[in-house]
């Protein structure tokens, strides 16, 4: 079936196919162009490979159950993708969240922020054939996983943000991962501004190609780093504070022309305020009551003693094992019975909580927030991150619908590489961080 | 693999020393070779593309397998890794890629969702890419970790040394 | 004298378009005239009100309800850093509104996935094709009598 640039193309002109199997598209885009020489004449964006129907799956999912799609649109910050669609769940509900929650949500979703910036720009430096750029950040980014991973128990898919607080508390020797995964990106930014700012090949890759003015910007509905570039001031952090992010002290970045190379500048400049929200948050967060943190006997030295005696003492063990949190549960979640799992330990040794927990997951009861529709946003990776959700009072969302930073984005890449030539196409696909997962949903 | 050594000479002096001559079987040199230089084209569509990036990169780094050269040419490539979730959609690009890639190949499913359609029970998502083109080594996990993705590595070559080396080029049917 | 807020200045604007407002949880929201669609949200673009940005534009479902569908404007402004949602509903057998592409430029592209998502027609789309699924695929999968599996393969699957 003829596309239609197909159709409307000029005969003297060449036709050019980019993806979806294309390593700078990502895997998941495809661009026809129209070319005189090199020139573009015209073009046409189609997406859609990596549509997976998560909006309809979300529908016969539970409030609870669909909390790992949300992990998947977004992949590069899952975290903020929980964030946004536990909010606004809780939106709905009136949920009030522990302090000491809100405090490791703001670092977690500021180290995905950070993660996501990190491999948009290694993708797009790599692109642009700055291979140690690359190599550069997937280090960087290791770190920071590394302390993702100590916390939520996994790299990416997390599920870590639920529905009133958060899953587990932060590991002991948190801090010291963290200072580590701190101090390994700071000199690795420190690097890339090295590499790239003054680079020769990289300036007339990216300066002033791509050029987007403020007022189409905003007619795109463009977001986040990228609105921000264009030197319009929007920040879903300042504008609607959520968190504790008012409380902190920050500042957002902006650009002055829209071109690539300011989208760059932007992400590498948003990367250190994150930097600077997460050292903060790290120091404010409030600490568990003296009580609940001195620990015990190790785990080894407690089955050891077992042989011979009964151990009565309090055991030490990981603050994020399953079935040994109850008491944690009021510094990380909400005190409403139904909103949240109910703890293990309950579960597993009275009735009552046996019950809790059935009732928590059987089908028709469970969370079910009241009728309605509500709208809310946080600041993802690449701008607002908005979930609209219909609720029919039922305990499985009627509609969800996601408000994908990114599909505003793509949609002005016909228009910015109009007229430029075929190389430009990869620095402003790179820039304008394109996550298939989000895009197609 | 035997080695042996060749009388050449029956002058005991002019025999040349141990270990310079080796006699295996062809198949399964053939298999050594193929199964340390594997091109691979990393056919990246989703989420699991982020640990194919850190399975790529410094911290794990493939290359120490022996998989090292990422061929963005299916021409050029011996190993297919199909990583992330194939859509409906997304379903005749990959099956043009892979009969593009010259024989020998292997195709890796690399997740849950390419190995079986995950989580993704749906309209729009191909339940396991094996319904459209035969798969060697199935990596499970969502997403899997690098180190899963190394040992899966590790499995396919294993495969590769111990399997019948097509060395005239053949069509396979599948 | 009290400011009013854009929901009463609206009302009083448009006092037969609208049909309803509604301050729930803090999101105000307008449920208003098909017809008067275009003329609001000009109204609204236009300065003072000043809502420049369309952030996000999709239909809900109501299967078994009259009229079924209904199409979800949520608009920014930002100067006055304020959402507003507005909403218009769609008759099952009239699928026809009025395109936003006029006034936004994102509205092409979402206009298109709502058209492929739901089968909404958008009056005055200058291109209005599928944008998630293929051509000749048959249905619309986020409607609700689409069934969740029930999967349009391109090319033969083995079993």
Not at chain 3, 16 to 27: C, N, P, V, W
Request: proline fraction near 6%; glycine fraction near 8%.
């Amino acid at each position: 079936m003829p596309t239609r640039i197909q159709k409307e193309a000029r005969p003297d002109t060449m036709l050019l196919n980019m993806g979806p199997s294309h390593p700078a598209m990502h895997g998941t885009i495809r661009i026809m162009l129209e070319l005189d020489g090199e020139r573009i004449l015209n073009s046409e964006v189609e997406v859609g490979y990596l549509h997976r129907g998560f909006e309809k799956t979300c529908e016969h999912r539970t409030y609870f159950n669909l909390l790992p799609y949300t992990d998947r649109l977004n992949y590069v910050s899952p975290l903020i993708n929980n964030l946004g669609y536990v909010m606004t769940v809780e939106k709905m509900l009136g949920v009030v969240v522990p302090e000491r929650a809100q405090h490791i949500r703001v670092l977690m979703s500021e180290l995905s922020r950070i993660s996501d910036h990190l491999t948009c720009l290694a993708a797009m430096a790599m692109e642009c054939g700055a291979f140690t750029v690359f190599l550069y950040k997937m280090k960087a980014r290791e770190f920071i996983w590394d302390v993702i991973e100590q916390t939520t128990g996994a790299r990416m898919t997390t599920s870590y943000i639920r529905i009133g607080g958060v899953r587990a508390d932060l590991h002991t020797d948190f801090d010291v991962v963290l200072k580590k995964a701190v101090a390994e990106t700071r000199g690795v930014l420190k690097d890339v501004h090295g590499l790239l700012d003054k680079n020769k090949i990289f300036l007339n890759r990216t300066r002033d190609v791509a050029v987007m003015s403020p007022e189409d910007a905003v007619a795109y509905g463009w977001t986040g780093p990228c609105l921000r570039s264009t030197g319009v001031l929007y920040d879903v952090r300042k504008a609607f504070p959520y968190l504790i992010y008012d409380r902190l002290n920050w500042d957002v970045p902006l650009g002055e022309r829209g071109d690539n190379f300011d989208r760059y500048l932007v992400r590498m400049r948003e990367m250190e305020q994150s930097l600077r929200i997460v050292e903060q948050a790290a120091a404010r967060i409030p600490k568990t009551s003296p009580a609940l943190t001195a620990g015990g006997i190790e785990p080894s030295a407690a089955i050891r003693d077992s042989r011979r005696r009964r151990v009565r003492e309090a055991v030490a063990l990981s603050p994020n094992l399953e079935g040994s949190e109850e008491y944690r549960y009021p510094d990380i979640l909400a005190s409403d019975k139904g909103y949240v799992v109910p703890p293990k330990e309950e579960t597993y040794t009275s009735i009552e909580g046996l019950i809790n927990h059935f009732k928590f997951f059987m089908r028709g009861h469970g969370i079910r927030p009241p009728k309605g529709d509500v709208y809310f946003a946080v600041e993802g990776g690449n701008g607002e991150l908005g979930f609209y959700i219909v609720s029919d009072g039922t305990d499985r969302p009627y509609r969800l619908h996601l408000r994908a930073p990114c599909f505003h984005i793509v949609a002005a890449l016909e228009q910015l590489i109009r007229g430029r030539y075929v190389a430009d196409v990869i620095p402003t696909f790179g820039s304008m961080n394109m996550i298939g997962g989000e895009l197609d949903r | 693999m035997g080695v042996t050594e060749k009388h050449m000479s029956r002058d005991k002096k002019k025999r040349p020393p141990a270990g310079q001559f080796i006699t295996t079987q062809f198949n399964s040199l053939l298999g050594w070779a193929r199964k340390f230089s594997l091109f691979h084209y990393p056919f990246v569509t989703a989420c699991c593309g982020m640990e194919y990036m850190s399975a790529a990169c410094a911290h794990f780094d493939i290359d120490r397998f022996g998989a090292g050269w990422t061929r963005f040419s299916p021409r050029q490539s011996d190993m297919l890794l199909v990583v992330g979730t194939i859509t409906h959609k997304e379903a005749p690009v990959l099956r043009t890629v892979y009969e593009q890639m010259t024989e020998p190949k292997w195709v890796v499913a690399f997740g849950t969702c390419a190995v079986s359609g995950g989580i993704y029970d749906n309209y729009a998502v191909v339940q396991g890419i094996d319904r459209i083109i035969p798969v060697d080594i199935y990596i499970p996990g969502c997403p899997p970790r690098p180190e899963t993705v190394l040992d899966g590595l590790l499995k396919l070559q294993e495969k590769i040394q111990h399997q019948d080396q097509d060395w005239r080029w053949k069509k396979r049917t599948y | 004298m009290e400011e009013k807020d854009v929901l009463e200045r609206l009302r009083e604007r448009f006092p037969a378009e609208i049909k309803e407002i509604t301050r729930s949880l803090g999101d105000e929201a307008a449920v208003i005239d098909k017809a008067a669609l275009l003329p609001i949200v000009t109204f609204l673009k236009q300065k003072p009100e000043d809502y420049a940005m369309l952030l996000d534009l999709t239909c809900v479902d109501y299967r078994g309800e009259k009229p079924r569908f209904e199409m979800v404007y949520h608009l920014f402004s930002l100067t006055g850093r304020a959402r507003l949602r507005i909403k218009v509903r769609l008759d099952e057998n009239d699928l026809w509104i009025a395109s936003l592409t006029p006034l936004w430029k994102n509205a092409h592209w979402l206009e298109r996935e709502v058209y492929d998502l739901f089968g909404v027609h958008f009056e005055g789309h200058p291109d209005l094709r599928r944008i998630f699924m293929w051509e000749g695929f048959e249905g619309h999968p986020l409607r609700k009598d689409y069934p969740l599996r029930r999967s349009q393969p391109l090319i033969r699957l083995k079993d």
